[in-house]
Nanobody, 126 residues
Framework: QVQLVESGGGLVQAGGSLRLSCAASGRTFSTYGMGWFRQAPGKEREFVAAIDWSGGSTDYADSVKGRFTISRDNAKNIVKNTVYLQMDSLKPEDTAVYYC???????????????WGQGTQVTVSS
C-alpha cells in the first residue's frame, strides 16, 4: 500500500509557475508508476501526466505538453519518496484540484490508478 500526500498548490497569475509535490510512503514505491490527474468544477477528472517506475518514460495530456514536466525522486530511502509536477505558463483553464496517483501496473491515461492523494487546489487568475 502506498500513501500519497500532495502539496504546492495555490493561487497564481496566468503565465506563472507552480511546482506540485507528492510525498509517497511505502516500501514498494520505487516499483510504482506515478501520475497526476486534475478535476475542475463541473468537469470529470482528467489525466495530466504520468511517469514510469524508473523515471525514464513520461506521458502528458495534449493540453499540458510543453508546459508541464513530471519527475520523480526514487531516493535510496525507500520509506519516503517524491514525485513532482512542474507547471509553467499556467492558464486559467489549468484551474482544478490536482491529484497524485500511483499504481504498481503503471499510470496510464484512461485507467484508474489504485492509490490516490487527497488533492491540492491550483487556481490560475487571468
Amino acid at each position: 500500500q502506498v500513501q500519497l500526500v500532495e502539496s504546492g498548490g495555490g493561487l497564481v497569475q496566468a503565465g506563472g509557475s507552480l511546482r506540485l509535490s507528492c510525498a509517497a510512503s511505502g516500501r514498494t514505491f520505487s516499483t510504482y508508476g506515478m501520475g497526476w490527474f486534475r478535476q475542475a468544477p463541473g468537469k470529470e477528472r482528467e489525466f495530466v501526466a504520468a511517469i514510469d517506475w524508473s523515471g525514464g518514460s513520461t506521458d502528458y495530456a495534449d493540453s499540458v505538453k510543453g508546459r508541464f514536466t513530471i519527475s520523480r525522486d526514487n531516493a535510496k530511502n525507500i520509506v519516503k519518496n517524491t514525485v513532482y509536477l512542474q507547471m509553467d505558463s499556467l492558464k486559467p483553464e489549468d484551474t482544478a484540484v490536482y491529484y497524485c496517483a500511483a499504481d504498481p501496473r503503471g499510470v496510464v491515461a484512461g485507467t484508474t490508478p489504485g492509490s490516490w492523494g487527497q488533492g491540492t487546489q491550483v487556481t490560475v487568475s487571468s
